[in-house]
């Protein structure tokens, strides 16, 4: 798993090969916090399938905006350069996967 910012966020997210699930998230937020182990995990457990990158919403205003942020955390699908899915709060391993498995999916 890691981190984009305004600055090479193109370069890791739009620009990959892989499906790239994207978590929109900040250090205040309790949350965020509490999704990042299960995030961790499925980095590895999903690493030839797809790549989970992380965006601290303060520190990159400017990507909360172009991606419409109103409410983290917010995890969105990018296939090929172009937004497929996301969903918003806190969502159990469960959904997760389901979330994943539907909008990743095998290519």
Known sequence: MRN????????????NDKPVL??????????????????EEM???????????KVDIEANPKLAERFEVRGIPLLMVVKNGVET?????????SRLD??????????
Request: charged residues 25%; proline residues 5%; negative net charge.
């Open 22 to 39: 994207v978590d929109f998230w900040a250090p205040w937020c309790a949350p965020c916090r509490a999704l990042a182990p299960t995030l």
């Open 43 to 53: 980095a590895k457990e999903y690493a030839e399938e797809m790549e989970i990158v």
């Open 85 to 93: 899915a996301r969903t918003f709060g806190t969502v159990s391993r």
């Open 4 to 15: 984009a910012t305004e600055q090479d966020f193109d370069e890791i997210v739009m620009k």
């Open 98 to 107: 389901a979330f994943v498995d539907t909008h990743i999916g095998a290519e």
